[in-house]
């Protein structure tokens, strides 16, 4: 079976400063851009903006 290059997987970094990362797959072809997702932090205790890192 072929791997999917169309949906590779991106680590999501808070931006509180903490340090915590999620990952996800993103979809090249619809999103070229950098994915932000606002997630829950459990070190802030709170939701943030978790913006994908390359």
């Known amino acids: ?3 999917d290059t169309q949906r590779p ?3 999501l ?3 509180a400063g903490t340090g915590y ?3 996800t797959r993103k ?3 619809t999103s ?3 994915l932000v997702l606002r997630k829950y932090d459990p070190r802030a205790g ?3 903006d ?3 890192e390359r």
């Open 27 to 29: 979809n090249r072809r």
């Open 32 to 34: 070229p851009d950098r």
């Open 1 to 3: 079976m072929a791997r």
């Open 21 to 23: 990362t999620y990952a």
């Open 13 to 15: 970094r808070s931006t």
């Open 46 to 48: 709170r939701h943030v």
């Open 9 to 11: 997987v991106v680590k």
């Open 50 to 52: 978790f913006r994908e």
